[in-house]
Every structure is written in structure tokens, then in C-alpha cells.
């Protein structure tokens, strides 16, 4: 098992930033590749961004692509989204997710574990 805890979120004006974080404990973390994906209001689930179990590759949805940046330190068994030049479509509750062969980028994809999700809701 693998527990993942989502912080960082909040209230942000259009144009601001936000960092998100992710804890995680259990299994060792370095084994897996992680991922950050979001739910708005009424709509699909769907893929933000991606690293692999050592970092040395990232993917990103064309949406947040020059915007976002996902990292993670495997010491401290974190992973990180930041976030700059927010838009009001970024609204959304953004989840971590864990997979041990890589994260999914279609909304159909279920992570193998994933947290509680952290609001994040920027307003125009």
C-alpha cells in the first residue's frame, strides 16, 4: 500500500501561482512513477502531468505545457506541481497518483493508488 496526501491548494487570482505537494509513506516511493491529474465540476477526470520513478522524464497535458512543472525528491518521498499563470480553468481538485509502470494520460486510466485530492480554485 501506498498512502498519498495531497496540500497546497487554495484561492488564487488569475495570473497567481500555487505549489501543490504530495506526501507519501509506505511502499518505497522511489518505485514508482507519479503523476498529478484533476476533476472539475462536471467534468471527466483527467491527466496534468507525469514523472518517472527517478525523474529524468516529464509529460504534461498540451493545457498546463510552459505553465506547470511537476518534480519530485525521492529522499523525502514528496512530489511537487507548481503552478504558474493560473487560469480559471485550472479550478479543478487535484490528486496525486502513484503507478508502478507509468502514469495514464487517458480519462479512462486508474492510478494504482492516488490521495484525497487538494481544491485548487483560481477566480478570475
Known amino acids: 500500500q501506498v498512502q498519498l496526501v495531497e496540500s497546497g491548494g487554495g484561492l488564487v487570482q488569475a495570473g497567481g501561482s500555487l505549489r501543490l505537494s504530495c506526501a507519501a509513506s509506505?511502499?518505497?516511493?522511489?518505485?514508482?512513477?507519479m503523476g498529478w491529474l484533476r476533476q472539475a465540476p462536471g467534468k471527466e477526470r483527467e491527466f496534468v502531468a507525469s514523472i518517472t520513478w527517478n525523474g529524468d522524464s516529464t509529460d504534461y497535458a498540451d493545457s498546463v505545457k510552459g505553465r506547470f512543472t511537476i518534480s519530485r525528491d525521492n529522499a523525502k518521498n514528496m512530489v511537487y506541481l507548481q503552478m504558474n499563470s493560473l487560469k480559471p480553468e485550472d479550478t479543478a481538485v487535484y490528486y496525486c497518483?502513484?503507478?508502478?509502470?507509468?502514469?495514464?494520460?487517458?480519462?479512462?486510466?486508474?492510478?494504482?493508488?492516488w490521495g484525497q485530492g487538494t481544491q485548487v480554485t483560481v477566480s478570475s
Open positions: 509506505g511502499r518505497p516511493f522511489s518505485n514508482y512513477a
Open positions: 497518483a502513484a503507478d508502478l509502470l507509468l502514469v495514464g494520460t487517458d480519462s479512462s486510466y486508474v492510478p494504482d493508488y
